[in-house]
T-cell receptor, first 112, second 115 residues
Framework: KAGVTQTPRYLIKTRGQQVTLSCSPI?????VSWYQQTPGQGLQFLFE???????NKGNFPGRFSGRQFSNSRSEMNVSTLELGDSALYLC???????????FGPGTRLTVL | KQEVTQIPAALSVPEGENLVLNCSFT??????LQWFRQDPGKGLTSLLL?????REQTSGRLNASLDKSSGRSTLYIAASQPGDSATYLC??????????????FGQGTILTVHP
């Protein structure tokens, strides 16, 4: 089975812009979680989607949003980018959201 | 609120040594605990998952244990190799419907195995 894929792998944006990141889960997985990883804060949970519904959300401002499509692919969007949004954004998929999570390679976002 | 701590922050050992990485968590209402490794600039690779009802899991040279009562998990690596050099992360998933898909991570242990 193919693993979790994320596109694009690298992004450079300027402050105030918006960005959309994409995640394709392992075939058959219906849960997709998103995480932000920074050197200072480590890995922090953003949100989780299951069957197109957001079931859980972390402590991030409303500028961070996401959605999931009927084929379980997920996107996350960050609007009005700030310098502090520079990070590695990781998505993970699992069958149910309560079992083993498998991570993609991440999208490295740099905000200038 | 679940908090996860990993000790030590960094560890350097010679090849062939057996080693133990420690993970502690504050909320015993844990559903499962996962160990991951992360290579520089890469995503996370799942190593082991231990359910709250289990005491340990083994995969090859890796053995992970879980003690809910003390709030601790350990990852034991036998006969370490240079290829084991990476950052090791533990993460807990809490029980309860509000915890779907939400892993709480420790800060990680940076392991260096030198030849």
């Amino acid at each position: 089975k193919a693993g979790v894929t994320q596109t694009p792998r690298y992004l450079i944006k300027t402050r105030g812009q918006q960005v959309t990141l994409s995640c394709s889960p392992i075939s058959g997985h219906r849960s997709v979680s998103w995480y932000q990883q920074t050197p200072g804060q480590g890995l922090q949970f953003l949100f989780e989607y299951f069957s197109e519904t957001q079931r859980n959300k972390g402590n991030f401002p409303g500028r961070f949003s996401g959605r999931q499509f009927s084929n379980s692919r997920s996107e996350m969007n960050v609007s009005t980018l700030e310098l502090g949004d520079s990070a590695l954004y990781l998505c993970a998929s699992s069958l149910l959201g309560t079992d083993t999570q498998y991570f993609g390679p991440g999208t490295r976002l740099t905000v200038l | 609120k679940q908090e996860v701590t990993q000790i030590p922050a960094a560890l350097s050992v010679p090849e062939g040594e057996n080693l133990v990485l420690n993970c502690s968590f504050t909320d015993s209402a844990i559903y499962n605990l996962q160990w991951f490794r992360q290579d520089p600039g890469k995503g996370l690779t799942s190593l082991l998952l231990i359910q709250s009802s289990q005491r340990e899991q083994t995969s090859g040279r890796l053995n992970a244990s879980l003690d809910k009562s003390s709030g601790r998990s350990t990852l034991y690596i036998a006969a370490s190799q240079p290829g084991d050099s990476a950052t090791y992360l533990c993460a807990g998933l809490n029980a309860g419907g509000t915890s779907y898909g939400k892993l709480t991570f420790g800060q990680g242990t940076i392991l260096t195995v030198h030849p």
